[in-house]
């Protein structure tokens, strides 16, 4: 599987952006798909996970309310949705692709098997 993240820019405080996750190959709903993100001077944190089927979601606490992750297999799509932005939202943001061997849906970095490139997201105050 191979991603492809886009739709990061600059947006004023307050604003939205939707990033989306394209992924290649025929087996995207076998994958739990995650959203990390990476802040300048900042260790990577996680932000969204959603499993293969996209009935299951967990979001760390510092979106919840703001942010919705989804997806459209049949498009080998993942999205994030993110509300009301915030300075301190400012990072790079990468999609994430995990083989759902069980029904354990990771909020670990290590535990993804396929990373996509970033993509910037700016938010101005």
């Known amino acids: 599987v191979q991603l492809q993240a886009s739709g990061g820019g600059l947006v004023q405080r307050g604003g939205s952006l939707r990033l989306s996750c394209l992924a290649s190959g025929r087996t995207f709903s076998s994958h739990n798909m995650g959203w990390f993100r990476q802040a300048p001077g900042k260790e990577y944190e996680f932000v969204a996970v959603i499993d293969g089927g996209g009935a299951i979601t967990y979001y760390a606490d510092f979106v919840k309310g703001r942010f919705t992750i989804s997806r459209d297999n049949a498009k080998n799509t993942g999205y994030l949705q993110m509300n009301s932005l915030k300075p301190e939202d400012t990072a790079v943001y990468y999609c994430?692709?995990?083989?759902?061997?069980?029904?354990?849906?990771?909020?670990?970095?290590?535990?993804?098997?396929?990373w996509g490139q970033g993509t910037l997201v700016t938010v101005s105050s």
């Open positions: 994430a692709a995990h083989y759902s061997r069980d029904y354990y849906i990771p909020r670990q970095m290590n535990l993804y098997d396929y």
